[in-house]
């Protein structure tokens, strides 16, 4: 206490001074309209950086939870979509009895490697959440890889990035296909191995799943050709695919479950009598 009247003792003339040029000040503020009004300027100005930079934060702040929003959002809307995936040229279509080909469950990535030869991606969901072993994983711009293993609480996914990973893929614009591989140097760019020299190819062109298995539905972006040439043989395409998702920053993903999988696998397993 005794510091600061010592304070003010030597400090008041400079403390006098700062008072009477408050009061002066606002004395000039009532008295004149002019300045009255540009004070009032000042101040909402002041107050309007205030409020919007606290507004920033705020939103800022509230991203995370508007993106859990929008991709529960995508989830039921993917799942939608998905209903209506149907064979048209049917002559009557009970749309009541419809089962949904494909069902997608939002998830975390809670791992993501892309630097070594073989590499896995974690998800923050598992068995609870439905998810099992050979369910597709992609984001909202491309596929990432396929589930392996479970557990209770977590997934891991082979990544497309992995040098055991074989992924049916062709062209957007014809029904050739290949198998995707990855030879382990650029994450950012694949390869599409084996489709047929008679396929027209124009760098660019996009790649996609081709939906030949119970995996990936046909249509998931892949990405585009970056370059291609004829193998050793001269029979098929070595393809170039420049991906369309950035591997190296995967967040959110969704994990496609096929309704018909398991009748698909049945058909698939059943030996001919001899």
Request: aromatic fraction near 10%; charge should be positive.
């Amino acid at each position: 206490m005794q510091q600061i009247i010592n304070f003010l003792i030597r400090n008041k003339n400079f403390l006098l001074f700062l008072l009477l040029l408050f009061i002066s000040l606002l004395l000039t503020i009532q008295s004149h309209s002019y300045h009255k009004s540009k004070f009032i300027s000042s101040t909402n100005f002041l107050t309007g950086g205030v409020y919007g930079w606290r507004y920033s934060i705020n939103n800022y702040f509230g991203l995370k939870k508007e993106n859990e929003r929008l991709l529960k959002e995508n989830e039921q809307l993917r799942n939608q979509i998905s209903r209506f995936t149907v064979d048209t040229s049917a002559a009557y279509i009970d749309t009541t009895s419809f089962q949904k080909p494909f069902t997608f469950i939002k998830t975390n990535v809670f791992k993501n490697d892309y630097s070594k030869m073989d590499n896995y991606i974690l998800l923050n969901k598992g068995e609870k959440d439905g998810i099992e072993p050979d369910m597709g994983v992609i984001t909202d711009k491309g596929i990432v890889g396929i589930v392996e293993n479970t557990s209770k609480g977590y997934s891991r996914v082979i990544s497309i990035l992995n040098s055991n990973s074989r992924i049916n893929a062709g062209l957007k614009k014809s029904n050739q296909y290949g198998s995707l591989v990855w030879n382990g140097k650029d994450p950012n760019i694949v390869q599409l191995e084996t489709v047929p020299r008679q396929a027209i190819l124009k760098k660019g062109d996009t790649i996609i799943t081709n939906g030949r298995s119970t995996i990936f539905p046909r249509g998931i972006g892949i990405g585009t050709i970056l370059n291609y040439k004829l193998d050793e043989n001269q029979s098929y395409f070595l393809i170039d695919v420049l991906l369309f998702n950035d591997m190296t920053n995967i967040g959110f993903t969704y994990a496609i479950k096929s309704n018909d999988a398991t009748e698909i696998k049945s058909l698939e397993n059943l030996k001919t009598d001899e």
